[in-house]
């Protein structure tokens, strides 16, 4: 499965248990200053979600993902500006633990000198993609909050998944002809006189060839896009619902907190290494985040 069908499943995916909450709820006094919000966060989240899957795929998930901690921390002077609300001190305690953690994440082992981890980071393309989706997603983070405080959280999480999951529709339908191409020439490699003919001719069907569509793509493992998508969905419902009350900073900080979760599955799954020196960096992050949900 291509990056685009990845990406695009995880909206279509989670709509319908959006839109299943939205009826829950009920339709909400939509806020004339909703539109060009959800306008805009739509645009910042498709530049974030492509990233953020690049960055996947380029590094390693104990180091990439890790770096989206820094959000809140970029959160901060955007919600100052945005909304004119700050955080405690107590919270911005919290988020300069982030920060360190983060910091001790990228460190280069033995390298040594005050900028190491930043040359390091620089080094690594998976990671100077992660950076950016931090930046991008300090400021849709929240913008998150301005739309639900307009709406609410059951409608901006069907609208928001509904414009990412038609934005991201023309990628995954390029993305599923792209695989079964690839796929096809594989398999004409591997039975005829010559790989190098096969493999030309492959990719543009036979009498026997099926279709490529993004159809086919999707009925190959329903179950596993299926509980994407609720996950995405619940993690989604509890963020905006959280957003309503507090500041994005400390919501997007506390969501952050997963990281710990993370560099233990690229170091069981992936056999990635550096993973004392990446779980005591967490460890700090954590005590971060709970400085943070205190604030």
């Known amino acids: 499965m291509g990056r685009g069908v990845a990406t695009w499943?995880?909206?279509?995916?989670?709509?319908?248990?959006?839109?299943?909450?939205?009826?829950?709820?009920?339709?909400?006094?939509?806020?004339?200053?909703f539109w060009p919000v959800l306008g805009i966060n739509a645009v910042l989240d498709v530049i974030g979600f492509t990233l953020f899957v690049r960055a996947l795929?380029?590094?390693?998930?104990?180091?990439?993902?890790?770096?989206?901690?820094?959000?809140?921390?970029?959160?901060?002077?955007?919600?100052?500006?945005?909304?004119?609300?700050?955080?405690?001190?107590?919270?911005?305690?919290?988020?300069?633990?982030?920060?360190?953690?983060?910091?001790?994440?990228?460190?280069?082992?033995?390298?040594?000198?005050?900028?190491?981890?930043?040359?390091?980071?620089?080094?690594?393309?998976?990671?100077r993609r992660m950076l950016a989706v931090a930046a991008v997603w300090a400021v849709s983070g929240t913008i998150d909050r301005v739309a639900v405080l307009r709406s609410s959280p059951a409608f901006y999480g069907a609208a928001l998944s509904t414009c990412l999951a038609v934005a991201f529709l023309p990628a995954a339908i390029r993305g599923a002809r792209r695989g079964e191409a690839v796929a096809a020439g594989m398999e004409g490699a591997g039975g005829g006189p010559g790989p190098g003919a096969a493999g030309r001719e492959a990719p543009a069907g036979g009498a026997g060839a099926a279709p490529p569509s993004l159809a086919r793509t999707v009925r190959e493992r329903p179950g596993g896009l299926a509980l994407q998508g609720l996950l995405f969905a619940a993690m989604f419902v509890t963020q905006t619902e959280a957003l309503r009350l507090t500041l994005a900073a400390y919501v997007i900080t506390l969501k952050r907190?997963?990281?710990?979760?993370?560099?233990?599955?690229?170091?069981?799954?992936?056999?990635?290494?550096?993973?004392?020196?990446?779980?005591?960096a967490t460890a700090i992050l954590v005590a971060g985040v709970l400085l943070v949900s205190r604030g």
Do not use: D, N
């Open 9 to 33: 499943s995880i909206f279509a995916f989670a709509l319908p248990a959006l839109l299943l909450y939205l009826l829950v709820r009920g339709l909400p006094a939509v806020e004339g200053g």
């Open 57 to 127: 795929e380029e590094g390693e998930l104990g180091l990439t993902y890790p770096l989206l901690a820094l959000t809140p921390v970029l959160v901060v002077p955007v919600e100052w500006i945005l909304t004119g609300e700050h955080a405690s001190l107590r919270g911005s305690a919290g988020i300069a633990l982030v920060a360190a953690g983060v910091y001790l994440l990228a460190s280069p082992g033995k390298a040594r000198g005050l900028l190491a981890p930043f040359r390091a980071l620089l080094r690594e393309p998976g990671a």
């Open 257 to 280: 907190s997963g990281t710990l979760l993370t560099v233990l599955a690229g170091a069981l799954f992936f056999r990635e290494r550096e993973t004392a020196r990446r779980l005591v």
